[in-house]
């Protein structure tokens, strides 16, 4: 199964603030890590060093984000294209989709995921074979 990540959850998994996200957010991630493939984005690696170094509570140092980033760069990572983000315009248009969430959701159909993991958007909306799954409900 392949499980795309949006960033809001792997930013839960780095904030001690709240312990009840954080917990399930960890445990979400290594079950996908357990079942099969975990894709994330570039806009995801870049939203989540920016995120962790300026709005998280208390805020990782620059350090610590650049290896956070460098660990989740591990798993495979898509990047975009022109061709994507026009893509993405259509998906936003078509769903009533905010922006980022548009790009996110692109990238997530375009790596063929199963699963997007993320905060955002509705619980068990599909798009085609993609499910949105909320972890924190």
């Given at each position: 199964m392949i499980c795309f990540f949006d960033t809001n959850v792997l930013v839960y998994c780095m904030d001690a603030a709240d312990p009840v996200r954080q917990a399930r957010a960890i445990d979400r991630l290594a079950r996908a890590c357990d079942q099969g493939t975990v894709v994330l984005s570039a806009?995801?690696?870049?939203?989540?060093?920016?995120?962790?170094?300026?709005?998280?509570?208390?805020a990782?140092?620059?350090?610590e984000?650049?290896?956070?980033?460098?660990?989740l760069a591990c798993f495979e990572v898509v990047g975009?294209?022109?061709?994507?983000?026009?893509?993405?315009?259509?998906?936003?248009?078509?769903?009533?989709?905010?922006?980022?969430?548009?790009?996110?959701?692109?990238?997530?159909l375009r790596a063929q995921a199963d699963v997007l993991v993320s905060e955002d958007g509705q619980h068990g909306q599909r798009f085609g074979k993609l499910?949105?799954?909320?972890?924190f409900l």
């Open positions: 806009q995801v690696l870049q939203e989540f060093y920016a995120i962790t170094t300026r709005k998280l509570q208390p990782l140092s620059q350090a984000a650049q290896a956070q980033v460098e660990r975009s294209s022109a061709t994507s983000v026009m893509e993405a315009t259509r998906l936003a248009q078509q769903h009533q989709l905010q922006w980022w969430d548009a790009l996110i959701l692109e990238a997530a499910v949105v799954e909320n972890p």
